[in-house]
């Protein structure tokens, strides 16, 4: 187990190495000098070219990279060009505020999803199978940001239960301790703040959890079809167990696997989402962190935000080939 | 047994369905809802004096003189004071830190005499010394760290091309400025918020550390920057100006989407909301907890024609553009009325503005008959390059160009639109790649010349001037204008290169818009100034 951890971690090494400079590549073909962004249209030609200088953006390519890769092996990400500052203090906020909507993405698309899936399955063809798998349809076919702004005019302006934008009620600042407001609020004692903190995930964590919550319900579904026509669910039924254990304990344990693997990808795709999301209900996640640093072509944040997510990516990935040895002992890892 | 369990989820699942849905067919736009219970919404009395300011961007930076983009100085034109203040809703010079000002006969010489009294945020005294430092900071920088000084002031200590020559304190008040050439529009130079006086104290800690932790003397000071979320600034309560500010606490969120920012709006959450699309104006305007702000037009929107690319090096078929594009349909349209027709390259609120010019009249016949003239019958094919961001000048480019690609078929041109993500599309259009582009301009100090001379001058080949149209006559008034500091002559020079510019016609001038800001009816004394940036310290909750 610890070697094969080990061997899976050593593997990521090209992999990462891979996509920094792929990203490198990619993010200077763009046309846009980065100087000229930061001076703006007011900028001389000499101030752009002397920042460009300064910004080493007149070396030739090979030598950028090289500096960039030997910055992050000293565990430096590089400098902001736009804010001055280094990338790996002023990144976390963004990452924080991220994964608390990412997590509470997940939680909610998972919860709803396994549970719809499972119940489809078992009534197979009833009113209830056709509707979930009907708005599943619909839900993985609905764009986020119209979802978002529907959702904000009708649960915040029209119905005027929740709030609109942003993590926090503002007025009421919360002091940030990890950045993870619901730990924060917590840690502070402050659950009237808390309370704020879940009303502002509640619409952007929809809005986000809609697409895996479709997808994570269809798999489900057709895993767990496949599970219940099997000899064992016949056997379990024939011994007088009840139904509902059959499929909470019996079949769900053989029907998870191909779902794990489906959860990991969305988690990795909810990543993705999260730039919708984020600018729709302006939530100040690393996904506008990056997107903004693509307009203002900021190359180090946008070289190491993808650099994080990809990271945080590959190890969901090796989390849920874990998981796979935890629910069947039957796969081993060597 | 099962099936009642079922039944009975169904059921549940049936009634939110439903709840929800109803609330979707709900009927809305009459605003008469009530405000979020646990919003702490107080505003009536002075209970509650925070507003909330929801903006499209971040600031990049609170230190004014290091950046060059809008969102800065918004937040920092309360935090900072400068030498001499524009007007409330215009930008002629007043007062400011300087309560007096006096040019020589030569205009070579300012002498500034200061208020006394005044303290910075933190405890130092704003004084003759002060000012000298804080010019002296800028003059000993480059032009990638104090861009504007060195697009206002000609360069920076030792450059020959520098306005600014020397900067000495005589006693503690008056502080005395020479210059190496006149400059006409030095004294709204001055007054830019770019050009704010900061604590020598805190910027002598280091540039880095001063852009995060910005110490001015204005009405209100700096309590905390959540990175892409909010800024908060509360009442500096040794504010110099007796009675202000108003407010307790200014919050200045970020909301990048534009509909969001007006759910916000709507919703309460809230107080002041700016780039407000023209089409949600009305919206607005009849909600009876808002009211509509609208703020005096300081910019141009067009559309360029590079005259390097042919057909465009003819005049001919430069003039065949201005006829054939028919302005008003496109106000109509696209900026809900709210914006003027535009003529010249400079909005009318300018000093200098030619109104005697007489605007292109929507005549398809007339350009055909200037495209034959030109040898071009039969049209031609050509790119037209749409905006893809909104801007204030033109609220949507897309549907703009649509507008103006049929406006081109009816003479026989084949407009190809093509757009780009906006640091290229500016990247490219700068390099002359455009045959015909759509841009615009929101001035910065008020001035003719940071119009005409940025935008069409040929020193700005290369950077602002995208048409690449290059003029000597024009360029020789522009230059004499920029010495001459007796106004009407001035105005004169102004009017003449507006002339040469409409004959040449090396752009199609669309609209001076007027951008649109939301607010809460309980707001007053909040007056939207022309550069976008508002002082707050006469606002407040009634």
Redesign the interface.
């Known amino acids: 187990m610890l070697s094969y951890i080990i061997k899976r971690l050593l593997q990521l090494v090209p992999v990462l190495l891979g996509m920094t400079f792929i990203v490198f590549l990619i993010i200077r073909a763009i046309p846009g000098n980065p100087a000229q962004v930061i001076l703006g249209q007011q900028a001389t030609p000499e101030a752009v070219a002397a920042l460009t200088a300064k910004l080493g953006l007149d070396q030739p390519w090979y030598i950028q990279y090289f500096d960039y890769l030997g910055g992050i092996l000293k565990g430096d990400l590089g400098d902001s060009m736009r804010t001055r500052l280094p990338v790996a203090d002023e990144i976390w906020p963004y990452l924080a505020a991220t994964l608390e909507l990412a997590l509470f993405a997940i939680i909610i698309a998972v919860i709803v999803g396994i549970n719809a899936g499972i119940i489809s399955a078992w009534f197979q063809n009833s009113w209830f199978d056709y509707t979930a798998m009907i708005l599943a349809l619909v839900g993985v076919s609905m764009p986020i940001f119209w979802l978002g702004l529907m959702g904000q005019w009708a649960f915040a302006l029209e119905l005027q239960w929740l709030p609109t934008t942003g993590r926090e009620e503002v007025r009421d600042p919360i002091t940030a301790i990890t950045n993870l407001y619901v730990i924060d609020t917590i840690i502070q004692g402050r659950f009237d703040q808390l309370w704020q903190v879940i009303r502002h995930l509640i619409l952007p964590g929809l809005a986000l959890a809609t697409i895996p919550m479709a997808i994570i319900a269809r798999m489900t579904r057709s895993s767990m079809l496949e599970v219940m026509r099997s000899d064992y669910v016949r056997t379990a039924r024939a011994k007088g167990q009840k139904m509902f254990w059959v499929v909470y304990k019996h079949a769900l344990k053989n029907a998870i696997i191909p779902v794990l693997t489906i959860i990991g990808l969305q988690m990795g795709m909810l990543l993705g989402g999260a730039i919708l999301t984020e600018t729709i209900f302006a939530w100040p996640g690393i996904g506008r962190y990056i997107y903004e640093a693509i307009n203002y072509r900021d190359y180090p944040v946008i070289q190491s935000g993808i650099l994080i997510v990809a990271f945080i990516f590959v190890m969901i990935n090796l989390v849920v080939d874990l998981l796979y040895g935890l629910i069947d002992p039957r796969i081993k890892y060597d | 047994m ?1 099936k009642r369990k ?1 039944w009975a ?2 059921l549940m699942l049936l009634l939110v369905l439903s709840t ?1 849905l109803a ?2 067919g ?1 009927d ?1 736009g009459d605003g008469e ?4 219970g ?3 919404k107080d505003n009536a009395g002075s209970a ?1 004096q ?1 507003l ?1 300011f929801g903006r499209g ?1 971040d600031s ?2 609170l230190d004014p003189s290091r ?3 809008g969102e800065t100085f918004k937040v920092t034109v309360n935090l900072y004071e400068t030498l001499l203040n524009f007007g409330e809703e215009d930008t002629t010079v007043q007062p400011g830190l300087a309560k007096e000002w006096d040019t020589s006969e030569d205009g070579l010489t300012y002498t500034f005499t200061l208020q006394e009294g005044v303290k910075f945020h933190d405890g130092t005294d704003f004084n003759a010394e002060a000012v000298v430092k804080n010019f002296d900071r800028w003059a000993n920088g ?3 760290k104090f ?2 000084y ?2 206002m002031f000609g360069g920076f200590k030792d450059d020959p091309e520098r306005v600014i020559d020397t900067v000495t304190a005589e006693g503690d008040n008056t502080v005395v400025m020479t210059l190496t050439r006149p400059q006409a529009p030095f004294l709204k130079n001055i007054a830019m918020s770019m050009f704010a006086i900061a604590s020598p104290t805190a910027f002598e800690k280091g540039d ?1 550390e001063f ?1 995060r932790n910005p110490v001015g003397t204005g009405p209100f000071k700096f309590v ?1 920057w ?5 800024i ?1 600034i509360e009442k500096n309560t040794d504010y110099w100006q007796e009675g202000l500010p108003k407010l307790d606490k200014v ?1 200045f ?5 534009n ?3 007006l ?2 709006l ?2 309460g ?1 809230i107080d002041l909301a700016d780039g407000i699309n023209p089409a949600d104006g009305k919206r607005i305007e009849g909600d009876d907890k808002l009211q509509l702000f609208e703020r005096p037009s300081m910019n141009v929107g067009y559309l360029g024609l590079t005259v390097t690319r042919p057909p465009f090096d003819k005049k001919e078929v430069r003039q065949a553009m201005n006829y054939a594009i028919d302005k008003q349909t496109i106000l109509d349209s696209f900026f809900e009325g709210r914006a003027d027709s535009a003529k010249n390259p400079m909005p009318p609120s300018i000093s200098g503005y030619n109104d005697a010019i007489e605007e292109y009249p929507y005549d398809p016949e007339k350009a055909k008959e200037l495209l034959a003239a030109a040898g071009l019958a039969d049209g031609f094919e050509m790119d037209l390059w749409a905006m893809p961001v909104p801007r204030p000048y033109m609220p949507d480019g897309a549907k703009v160009a649509e507008v103006i690609q049929k406006n081109l078929a009816d003479i026989g041109v084949k407009a190809n639109i093509v757009s ?5 599309y ?3 259009a ?1 390099k002359g790649e455009a045959d015909a582009f759509m841009l615009g ?1 929101t001035g ?1 100090n008020g001035d003719a010349d940071n119009f005409i001379y ?1 935008l069409l001058d040929e020193d700005n080949i ?3 001037n995208y048409t690449y149209y290059k003029n000597d006559d024009l360029h020789k008034l522009l230059i004499e204008a920029q010495t001459e500091v007796d106004e009407d002559k001035r105005n004169e020079l102004y009017k003449q290169a507006q002339e040469i510019i409409h004959e040449e016609a090396p752009w199609v001038p669309l609209a001076h818009s007027t951008p649109l800001i939301g607010g809460a009816k309980e707001l007053t004394g909040y007056v939207p100034h022309p550069t976008g940036s508002d002082l707050l310290s006469n606002v407040e909750f009634q």
């Open positions: 099962k079922l989820f169904a929800a609330a979707c709900s809305s809802k009530k405000p979020d646990d919003k702490g509650n925070t909330v961007g990049t930076s950046v060059t983009e480059d032009a990638d861009p504007y060195s697009s880095d852009e905390e959540k990175p892409n979320e909010t908060t919050i969120k970020t909301i990048p989407d509909s969001a920012r759910n916000e709507l919703n959450g780009y993500e906006w640091a290229t500016l990247d490219k700068s301009w910065d940025v290369g950077s602002n």
